[in-house]
C-alpha cells in the first residue's frame, strides 16, 4: 500500500539553509559572533550532499517559464540530478547538521520563523522524497506537489532574484575595507532617511529584524508595548477638547485589545505599531500647544 507523502519543516534542507541565513543577520545586528556562518560554510558547500540538494531547491524556487512543458522539463532534469545524491551520506549529513543547530539554538525559537515559501519548500521536500527512495508514496500527494511547483515555476511574477544575486555576488568579490565603507555609507543613508522616526519607533523596527527568526520574542515585545501605549493614550484623553477626535481615540484604544491577538506576529501588526506610535508623537505636539 502507497504511503502518504509527510512534510518535515526541520528536515526540509531549503528551509534550514534559509532560516540559517536569517539567523546570521540576526546575529550581526546584535553584534555577536554568528554561530550560523561556522555551520553554513560546514554543510553547504559544495563538496557536501546538502550543498548540492539545496543548489536543486534554489533551481526550482528561482526559475520562471512561459510555459508548463519546460517547467516539468526542469523539474525532471533535476529530479534526475536529486537521484545523483548519496542518500545515505544526505541523511547524516542532515542529522550532524539539526544536532549542531539544537546545541547552538533554542529550537522551538529557530524553527518558529515563517517561511514565504513554504507551501513550495514542502512540495519540493516531498518530491525529492517521493523520486529518490525505494519507498512507494500516494501517486495523487506526487501529482498535487509537482502541480504546485510547476504553478511557482510558470507564474507571472517578475523576479528580480537573479540581478539580486548578480549584485550580492559583485559586493562578495570587492575589498573588504571596501565593504566596511560600502556598509557605513548604508548605514548613514538609513539613519539620514529615517531621522525622524521617535525612539520608540526605532526600538521596534531593531526587534523586527532582531528577530526575524524568533517570533515567540517578537510577540511577546509587541504584546508589551501595546499594553504602554493603551496606557500613554488613556493619559491623553482628558487632555482632548474636541468631541470627534476623542471618539477616534477611543476607538484607537479600543482596537489595541484585538489587534495583537494570535500565534505569529504579521507585517501589518508591526505597521499598525508604527502608527500608534506616531499618534502619540502628534498628540504630544497638539497637547503641548
Known amino acids: ?11 526540509n534542507t531549503g528551509i534550514l539553509f534559509e532560516l540559517l541565513t536569517r539567523q546570521i543577520t540576526a546575529d550581526i545586528l546584535n553584534d555577536t559572533k554568528s554561530k550560523s556562518t ?26 520562471n517559464y512561459s510555459s508548463e512543458t519546460k517547467a516539468n522539463y526542469l523539474i525532471d532534469a533535476v529530479v534526475g540530478n536529486r537521484k545523483k545524491l548519496q542518500n545515505t551520506r544526505l541523511k547524516r549529513e542532515k542529522y550532524n547538521l539539526i ?10 525559537d529557530f524553527f518558529s520563523a515563517r517561511i514565504s515559501n513554504y507551501k513550495l519548500y514542502a512540495s519540493i521536500y516531498r518530491l525529492f522524497l517521493a523520486e529518490s527512495g525505494p519507498t512507494t508514496f500516494d501517486p495523487a500527494c506526487k501529482i498535487d506537489d509537482r502541480y504546485t511547483i510547476v504553478e ?7 523576479k528580480s532574484v537573479d540581478s539580486s544575486a548578480k549584485k550580492i555576488e559583485q559586493f562578495k568579490k570587492q575589498d573588504k575595507d571596501l565593504r566596511l565603507l560600502s556598509y557605513q555609507i548604508l548605514v548613514e543613508r538609513f539613519n539620514k532617511k529615517y531621522s525622524n522616526l521617535s525612539r520608540a519607533q526605532r526600538n521596534l523596527l531593531k526587534e523586527y529584524i532582531n528577530n526575524i527568526s524568533n517570533t515567540n520574542s517578537l510577540k511577546e515585545f509587541i504584546v508589551s508595548e501595546s499594553t504602554k501605549i493603551k496606557k500613554q493614550l488613556k493619559r491623553f484623553l482628558p487632555k482632548v477638547k474636541n468631541k ?36 502619540i508623537k502628534e498628540l504630544t505636539h497638539v497637547c503641548k500647544t
Not at 491577538?261 to 499598525?272: A, I
Open 244 to 279: 470627534v477626535t476623542k471618539i477616534k481615540l477611543q476607538e484607537a484604544i479600543k482596537q489595541l485589545d484585538s489587534v495583537y491577538k494570535g500565534r505569529l506576529v504579521k507585517d501589518k501588526q508591526v505597521v499598525s505599531l508604527m502608527r500608534y506610535y506616531e499618534l
Open 38 to 63: 561556522i555551520i553554513l560554510k560546514k554543510y553547504f558547500n559544495e563538496k557536501t550532499q546538502l550543498g548540492k540538494e539545496k543548489q536543486l531547491y534554489e533551481v526550482l524556487v528561482n526559475q
Open 1 to 11: 500500500m502507497a504511503r502518504q507523502l509527510k512534510h518535515s519543516k526541520i528536515k
Open 99 to 108: 544536532k549542531e543547530i539544537r546545541d547552538s539554538y533554542k529550537v522551538d
Open 152 to 158: 511557482h515555476l510558470t507564474s507571472n511574477v517578475v
